[in-house]
Nanobody
Framework: QVQVVESGGGLVQPGGSLRLSCEASGFTFSDYAMSWYRQFPGKDREWVASIFSRGRITNYAPSVEGRFTISRDNAMNMIWLQMTSLKPEDTAVYYC????????????WGQGTQVTVSS
C-alpha cells in the first residue's frame, strides 16, 4: 500500500522556522524525484522545491530560494523541507509529491500539512 505522509506543520511567528517531514512507503523511493508544493486558499497548487533521486540536485522557486532547504534520505524513505525566515505569505497547505523517474510510472501526493505564519 502506497503512503505519502507529511508532518510538521503548525503555527509559527513571522521570521520563525519550521521543518516539514514527508515519509513514503509502498514504492521504490530511490526511483522518485521528490518535491514540495503548496496551495493557498482558492488558488492552484504551486511548486516550492524539488530534489532528485540521488539527492545531489535541488531546485527552488524564486519565492523561497535562500530561505527553504529540501533534503532527502533514501535509506529512511523521507524528505524534509527546512523553512526559515518565514513570512505570512508562506501560509498555505504544503504537499509532498513523488514523481517517478521511470517513464509511465505512477506519481503520488500526500494529504498535506497546514503551515500558518502569523503573529
Amino acid at each position: 500500500q502506497v503512503q505519502v505522509v507529511e508532518s510538521g506543520g503548525g503555527l509559527v511567528q513571522p521570521g520563525g522556522s519550521l521543518r516539514l517531514s514527508c515519509e513514503a512507503s509502498g514504492f521504490t523511493f530511490s526511483d522518485y524525484a521528490m518535491s514540495w508544493y503548496r496551495q493557498f486558499p482558492g488558488k492552484d497548487r504551486e511548486w516550492v522545491a524539488s530534489i532528485f533521486s540521488r539527492g545531489r540536485i535541488t531546485n527552488y522557486a524564486p519565492s523561497v530560494e535562500g530561505r527553504f532547504t529540501i533534503s532527502r534520505d533514501n535509506a529512511m524513505n523521507m524528505i524534509w523541507l527546512q523553512m526559515t525566515s518565514l513570512k505570512p505569505e508562506d501560509t498555505a497547505v504544503y504537499y509532498c509529491y513523488a514523481q517517478s523517474i521511470v517513464r509511465g510510472g505512477p506519481d503520488y501526493w500526500g494529504q498535506g500539512t497546514q503551515v500558518t505564519v502569523s503573529s
